[in-house]
Structure formats: structure tokens, C-alpha cells
């Protein structure tokens, strides 16, 4: 039992932004780098080792990238929203910070998950785009995203923006399901799940291989790019604090 007293109160020792600032810049790098080689030996698999398909060709080699993306998509905005609930529920100065940092990579997964999406559907489904559940659901995460940033930059006073941009967050999360379970719950063009819990995958080990390979590199990738954020966020609100100018020293 002390040991995991002891646990919880070293990683609450973490959530004040004075303690989470070196913990941060010492990480950054470590993530950096293996986000480096796993997007890498990622690619390798999917545009080398990875057969072609029989249907498609090598033009479903771009799912190495898009599917991927559409999952952080959506995992980014629903740690964005716990941050929300967190900022909101303790006054969490470091929570607000953490979601602010989310939005903008969240955004960008977004949009590469959109665009990767429109280059596979053209030789696909014969069009760049479809007003397809899927997609839709998909470009209106993107708004959501677009809107917190939007909110965050119109309203001057700190406080004021991060409570009215948490709680965007937290009402917008209800489109993360939509998204997911869209070709379930509509006739949509989009294929299903090739991944899911319940049933095995419905393709090459090899394929699934290189899929979640990317997606350990993007969220490697996600921890220094937010990270990296989050200490320049800290530096702008703790910039009149002695221990930020000791650090930056």
C-alpha cells in the first residue's frame, strides 16, 4: 500500500507546471528520436515489405499514413477534452496548458488524415471528396479543433479563454464516437474497421505490422511536438515566476 501512495503522489508531483517544465525537456529528445525511427521503419514497411493489393494496387500503400492519422484525430481531442474536464474540475493551471498544446497536432492529424483520405478516394471511389459520414464527421472534428484555437486567440484574459475553450472541448467530444461508429450506423462508402477488438484483422500481418508501427511513431511524435508547447506555453504565463528565469538561465 505505501509503495502505491508513494506512486501517486510522484506522478502528482508532476502537475504543477514548475516540476513538469524539466521533466518535459528532459523527455523531448527521447521521443524525438524514437519518433524519428519507428515513422521511418514505418514507411519502410508499408512502401517496401508490405504487398500489393490485389484490388487497389499500391495506391492503398497511402494507409499507412492516413488511417494512422484519423486514429490520433480523434485520440488527441478526447485527451484534449479530459485535460478540459481536468483545467475545469481542480483550476489546474497546467491542465488548460496541456489542452491548449493538443489542439494545434490534433488539427494537423486532422487535416493529413482529410487529405490523405481525398488522394485514396479519388482512384477509390472516382472523387476527391464525398459527403460521406465518415468524412463529414471528420471535417467537422476539424472545426472543432479550428474553433478552440479560434477561441483561445479572441479572448484576451487567460482564465476567461481557457474556461470558455474547455468547455467547446468537452461539448465537441460527443463527435469522436459519431466518427468512429459512422459506417456502422449509416450507409457510408467508406470501408469499416480494418482493426478492432473483437475480431481479428482483415489484413497481412505484415500490413498491420507497419500500421501500428506508424501509429507508435505519431504518438511519439505527438509527446515531444505537445510537450515542446507546453514549455513555451509555460514560459509565457510563468515568464514573471523567479524558477522560470532560473531555468531559462
Not at 524519428?36 to 519502410?44: K, M, N, R, V
Not at 497536432?105 to 472523387?127: D, N, Q
Not at 461539448?171 to 464516437?177: A, E, F
Request: charged content about 15%.
Amino acid at each position: 500500500m505505501f509503495w502505491k501512495r508513494s506512486y501517486r503522489m510522484n506522478l502528482f508531483k508532476y502537475s504543477s507546471p514548475q516540476t513538469f517544465y524539466p521533466l518535459a525537456g528532459k523527455l523531448i529528445p527521447w521521443f524525438a528520436i524514437g519518433a524519428a525511427i519507428l515513422i521511418i521503419y514505418g514507411l519502410y514497411i508499408g512502401l517496401i515489405l508490405a504487398p500489393t493489393d490485389f484490388q487497389q494496387g499500391d495506391s492503398y500503400r497511402i494507409i499507412y499514413v492516413h488511417v494512422p492519422a484519423a486514429w490520433f484525430s480523434m485520440f488527441l481531442y478526447v485527451v484534449m477534452a479530459g485535460y478540459a474536464i481536468l483545467g475545469l474540475t481542480f483550476n489546474a493551471k497546467l491542465s488548460y496548458m496541456m489542452a491548449k498544446s493538443i489542439a494545434p497536432t490534433g488539427a494537423m492529424f486532422t487535416f493529413v488524415a482529410l487529405i490523405t483520405g481525398a488522394f485514396w478516394g479519388k482512384p477509390t471511389w472516382g472523387a476527391w471528396w464525398v459527403w460521406d459520414a465518415r468524412l463529414t464527421s471528420e471535417l467537422i472534428l476539424l472545426f472543432l479543433y479550428i474553433g478552440y484555437m479560434s477561441l483561445q486567440a479572441a479572448i484576451d484574459d487567460t482564465r476567461r479563454s481557457d474556461r470558455a475553450s474547455a468547455i467547446l472541448a468537452i461539448v465537441g467530444v460527443i463527435n469522436v464516437p459519431i466518427i468512429y461508429f459512422s459506417v456502422k450506423w449509416w450507409n457510408t462508402l467508406h470501408q469499416g474497421s480494418s482493426i478492432n477488438l473483437t475480431t481479428s484483422p482483415s489484413m497481412a500481418a505484415i500490413m498491420l505490422k507497419g500500421m501500428l508501427v506508424m501509429a507508435l511513431g505519431f504518438w511519439l511524435y505527438s509527446a515531444a511536438v505537445i510537450f515542446m508547447r507546453v514549455r513555451r506555453e509555460i514560459e509565457d504565463r510563468e515568464r514573471n515566476s523567479a524558477w522560470i528565469n532560473e531555468f531559462k538561465e
